[in-house]
């Protein structure tokens, strides 16, 4: 597992690093689809839902709809996969692939949403899910599934029980040592490796308000070509990736 304590501190630093990039990225991009389409392209639990509920009430059409963009998002996770087990035995990069065909794919909606700023086209929309099911594969294979930047159920969960055992933990050193140990694992708690993951949770959560927040105020301000925006986080995740200190991080998990 990759994010694990098996793992080195630049290790960790690395793929912290790269997943709050992609959750910003995949904020921004939520937002956007949201001001663009009418429709949040992260989410798949609410798309099954409207499959069910639209195939309850005999409309095929919103079957349809509703069942490409789950698709799309499958295929992008397929495509994740499958490039990253191509790539798994190279020394730096090995994440690039994938990083390239969702950066392509992200540019291509926003410049045809540009250049046909009224025109009504639901293949947008599937391109959009397409590179999310492509990054959400990407860093959950990266994470050894211990991380998804896509969505934030499982993210925001995990906050509450963390916080849970934070708590404990700190009451168990002024069990122990009184207010001498209360004080002492408060201000261990920063650095206390057990909680590593909890705080990247914590930068997940806000990465992805920063980049929904953001994407928002661009695409009201200058529409389409706000998706320049995670564009260039996906490029400087790609930059990060071939760099020398790239080299360093562990291979990508199975």
Sequence with gaps: MPFSAATSRRGRFAYSTLALLLAGAAGAVNATSFFAFGQHTTHMTGHVAAVGEAAARGQWDGVLMAGRLV????????????????SRHRHRGRHTPALFVETVTLGAVGLWAHEHPDADEPTLM???SFAMGLQNALVTRVSGAVVRTTHLTGVLTDIGIQLVRMV?????GARERGL?????????LPSAEQFE??????????????GSAVGSLLFLHFGAPSMAMPCVVLLLVIALDISPAGSHAPATGS
């Design 197 to 210: 993951r909890t705080r990247l949770h914590l930068g997940l959560a806000l990465a992805f308000l920063f």
């Design 180 to 188: 001498l140990g209360l004080w002492r694992k408060v201000l261990d």
């Design 71 to 86: 698709l799309a998002f499958v295929l992008g996770a397929i495509t994740a996969a499958a490039l990253l087990d191509a």
């Design 126 to 128: 599937w391109g959009l």
């Design 168 to 172: 404990v933990w700190v009451r168990d």
